[in-house]
């Protein structure tokens, strides 16, 4: 894993300073939605191997929550969104 | 070839040139009863308990790269039976006790050596936790004992006791408890099972599952397509990947954990010892080698390499732990893929799919697991039905609100 990350809020900073929560891709469903599919977003993941999105919070910063794109098998980060903009804020 | 100790004065006699290979290197057939995928601990160990228990002899486990490249050769080796809850000690309680007569039925040297693991505490509650920990597990027939802080002078003088926030104020050890040898686990069970009658075919990747009407009846791989009746997934940190060649989606996601080796010392560490104020835990290997490590990287990750801050914060774990530990150097570090579960327990299971089983969800605890999960794996495979040891670690629990949560971390991976 890349050891900085760039905050847009904070510019790089290095990777210790973030939490990190897990897959960016499930969706929150509707609080009456049916169990599976609250099942299937609290507890299954894709897992792909390559690119991925995951929410990562900056809280020795801004304290945001934050989307990094990233590779998972070479570990390179291609880009890091606020979680609002990034559609993700709903989580 | 059995091996014994006359076996080898007569090889020695013999200039050692008499000794054949472990086990044969088989082209696949075109069909098998079982297909196992993953020639890792839990893979082998079910091909060999298939055989040997079961009966089922018709037999291959496909491994995309050598036996043993995977995690069952990158771990830690520690093996023990000291967890809570109900759902679990069982099932690592059987695997201690296969563990104990390992040897004499693989006729192999797994090296064995039981030398106890001691579980630090430091707080009230900490120790509280612990004597919880030590009772559900005597409820469970396996012995506990609570150690006192002069006691863990005395058999540890080395330890950090007075560290300003993080002074040892006791321990929790169960003396069955100790490491293995962790390619000779694999390559004893691999020999096992090839003397059964099993193919062992390594350097062949799984790349496809192929199904007709919903049922699956076989796999493809770099070297074709290869029939069975059963398939069994036992691919550990890839599990996911695999799964997907059936379109399932599984409650696994996979990371990365780092393992350290130090240059050899005199004997000076008799147990594995961890540490309750971090996740450290640390023992000498035979050749003298202080083998430690700590928590997963926290990231996904599908790498066998970790970050060096992980590493920097093992090392200061340890050096907290065991001053003295500043003073020796470290000779290698590694990674393996772990495939982390949602509630950090394992699932042995029969899937949604006709003749499709799942063995994953080890986290970073597979490797004593390894005698239990392959002899329960292929007591579903060929009964039907879990071996009762392992009817709670279900794929299903999830969804039906039995988790088997030991850390009480809720549904998040990286933090199990
Ligand atoms: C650093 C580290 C320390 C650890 N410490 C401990 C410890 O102290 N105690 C403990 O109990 N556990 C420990 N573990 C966990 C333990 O090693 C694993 O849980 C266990 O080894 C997993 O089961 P396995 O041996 O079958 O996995 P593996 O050896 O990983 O086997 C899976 C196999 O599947 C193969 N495979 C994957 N995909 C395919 C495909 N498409 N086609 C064909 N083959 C495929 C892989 O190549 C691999 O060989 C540790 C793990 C690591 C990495
Ligand atoms: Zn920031």
């Not at chain 2, 893979?43 to 490249?69: C, D, H, M, P, Q």
């Not at chain 2, 949602?342 to 899937?351: A, E, K, Q, V």
């Amino acid at each position: 894993m890349a050891s900085l990350i760039s905050c847009p809020h904070c510019g790089t900073r290095p990777k210790e300073e973030f939490l990190i929560r897990g897959d960016a891709t499930p969706v929150r469903p509707a609080p009456m939605a049916a169990e599976e599919a609250w099942h299937d977003y609290a507890h299954l993941r894709a897992n792909p191997r390559g690119r991925i999105r995951e929410h990562w919070q900056h809280v020795a910063g801004c304290r945001r929550w934050l989307v990094v794109e990233r590779d998972n098998f070479t570990h390179e980060v291609f880009g890091v969104t606020d979680a609002a903009k990034a559609g993700e804020g709903a989580r | 070839m059995r091996y014994s100790a006359l076996s080898i004065l007569k090889q020695a006699f013999a200039g050692n040139l008499g000794w054949k290979p472990a086990w044969r290197e088989p082209q696949p057939k075109s069909h098998y009863d079982v297909i196992i995928v993953g020639g890792g601990g839990h893979g082998l160990a079910t091909a060999y308990y298939l055989a040997k228990e079961f009966g089922i002899r018709n037999v291959a486990v496909i491994e995309k790269g050598y036996l043993g490249s995977g995690n069952v050769g990158r771990n830690t080796t520690i093996v023990r039976s000291n967890y809570m809850l109900p759902g679990n000690e069982p099932f690592y309680e059987f695997s201690l006790k296969l563990w104990e007569g390992l040897e004499q039925d693989l006729n192999y040297n797994v090296m064995l050596s039981q030398r106890g693991i001691i579980s630090l505490f430091h707080n009230d509650g900490q120790r509280d936790h612990y004597i919880r920990r030590g009772n559900a597990m005597m409820m469970e027939g396996v012995a506990a004992e609570l150690l006192d802080r002069e006691t863990l002078k005395k058999m540890l003088p080395f330890l950090n006791f007075d560290h300003g926030r993080f002074p040892i104020i006791g321990g929790l050890l169960q003396r069955r408890a100790g490491t293995a040898r962790h390619d000779a686990v694999a390559w004893g069970f691999a020999r096992g099972a090839d003397r059964l009658g099993v193919d062992l075919i390594q350097n062949c990747e799984v790349t496809g599952i192929r199904r007709e009407n919903g049922v699956v009846t076989g796999v493809e791989t770099t070297k074709g397509f290869i029939g069975c009746n059963k398939l069994a997934l036992a691919a550990a940190g890839n599990s996911s990947r695999v799964g997907e060649m059936a379109g399932l989606k599984l409650p696994l996601e996979s990371h990365v954990l780092q393992a350290f080796v130090t240059e050899g010392l005199k004997p000076c560490i008799d147990h594995v010892i961890t540490y309750g104020a971090g996740h450290f835990y640390i023992s000498q290997s035979d050749k003298g080698g202080l083998v430690f490590g700590a928590e997963i990287d926290g990231y996904s990750s599908y790498a066998q390499r970790g970050n060096l801050a992980t590493a920097e914060h093992v090392m200061e774990e340890g050096v907290t732990m065991i001053p003295g530990l500043s003073r020796v150097r470290v000779l290698r570090s590694w990674g393996g893929v772990m495939d982390m579960s949602m509630d950090g327990s394992p699932i042995i299971d029969r899937t949604s799919i006709e003749n499709l089983y799942l063995n994953c969800g080890w986290c970073y605890g597979g490797f004593k697991a390894t005698p239990a999960s392959g002899f329960c794996f292929a007591h579903l495979l060929a009964k039907g039905e879990s071996h009762h040891v392992a009817r709670a670690l279900r794929l299903d629990r999830f969804e039906r609100g039995f988790p088997i949560d030991e850390a009480g971390a809720g549904t998040q991976p990286n933090l199990h």
